[in-house]
């Protein structure tokens, strides 16, 4: 039987460490690639302000806030999913939490790039190439395990 308080609790750890190094890593990439830091973030928010706000240039409430906490919500929503698949385990080592930390990040990438609607993918794609939208979910791999390991048990 799943403990699902304890899984909430931990995913809203590992997936606020996916966040943060997803964030910082699309920051980065933006730059490499010639543009501003913010838009990655500000392209998520294209759900609610359209296709053009990846254009936005500037942090501002409008777009970076919206984009940061739906950016947020959906690393605790993927973390839910990693922190379950790791309840399921019987190992708990690093290499098994990086495992299933980059298979729901893979999931999370079909998903979100070719499943569910358009208007609800991160968005990325309007602002950093291919090649930095597989970054940021490479980067998101890498803050579920980071995450995953901080929040395994002591024993393990």
Same mark, same amino acid.
């Given at each position: 039987?799943?403990?699902?308080?304890?899984i909430?609790?931990r995913?809203?750890v590992?997936g606020?460490?996916a966040?943060?190094?997803?964030t910082g890593?699309?920051?980065l990439?933006?730059?490499t690639e010639?543009?501003?830091?913010?838009?990655?973030?500000?392209a998520?928010s294209?759900?609610?302000?359209?296709?053009?706000?990846?254009?936005?240039r500037?942090?501002?409430?409008?777009?970076?806030l919206?984009?940061y906490?739906t950016?947020h919500?959906s690393?605790?929503?993927?973390?839910?999913?990693?922190?379950t698949? +790791?309840?399921?385990?019987?190992?708990?080592?690093?290499v *098994?939490?990086a /495992?299933? =930390?980059a298979?729901v990040? $893979? @999931? %999370?990438?079909?998903?979100d790039?070719?499943i569910?609607?358009? +208007?609800?993918?991160?968005g990325?794609?309007?602002v950093v *190439?291919?090649? /930095?939208? =597989?970054?940021g979910?490479a $980067? @998101? %791999?890498?803050g579920?395990?980071?995450g995953g390991m901080?929040? +395994?048990?002591a024993?393990a």
């Amino acid at each position: 039987m799943f403990d699902w308080i304890s899984i909430g609790g931990r995913a809203l750890v590992s997936g606020s460490v996916a966040s943060a190094v997803s964030t910082g890593a699309l920051a980065l990439i933006a730059r490499t690639e010639g543009r501003h830091a913010v838009q990655p973030l500000n392209a998520t928010s294209h759900w609610v302000h359209g296709e053009r706000a990846g254009y936005t240039r500037n942090a501002d409430m409008r777009h970076t806030l919206t984009g940061y906490a739906t950016h947020h919500a959906s690393a605790v929503l993927w973390a839910f999913v990693f922190e379950t698949l +790791r309840s399921a385990r019987r190992k708990n080592d690093a290499v *098994s939490i990086a /495992g299933d =930390a980059a298979a729901v990040s $893979a @999931l %999370a990438a079909v998903v979100d790039y070719g499943i569910i609607p358009r +208007r609800l993918s991160p968005g990325w794609e309007t602002v950093v *190439s291919p090649r /930095g939208v =597989a970054g940021g979910f490479a $980067a @998101l %791999a890498l803050g579920l395990a980071l995450g995953g390991m901080a929040t +395994r048990p002591a024993h393990a």
